[in-house]
């Protein structure tokens, strides 16, 4: 399931990534990578904001997207 579908306050496994190779490599570079545990801090019809290891990250609804959980 995508991302950006899933609920707030909960934590999900990244499975896989869609989209571009520009925008896979970008997410790699943020840390966003297949295994890495991520939780959906807050999320608006535009945006997520998502915590992944020691880090908060900001991302708009598009890109969520094409990050699949589980």
């Known amino acids: 399931m995508p991302l950006a ?3 707030s306050g909960r934590e999900y496994r990244i ?3 869609n989209g571009s190779t ?3 490599m970008k ?3 943020m840390g966003i990578t297949p295994g890495v545990a991520v939780r959906i801090i ?3 019809p535009s945006s997520l904001l ?3 290891r020691d880090t908060r990250i ?3 609804s598009g890109i969520a997207h094409q990050i699949q959980v589980q």
């Open 5 to 7: 579908m899933m609920n």
């Open 50 to 52: 998502i915590g992944l």
């Open 15 to 17: 499975v896989n990534i």
């Open 27 to 29: 997410l790699v570079n």
């Open 58 to 60: 900001m991302l708009n």
């Open 42 to 44: 807050s999320k608006s």
């Open 22 to 24: 520009d925008l896979r």
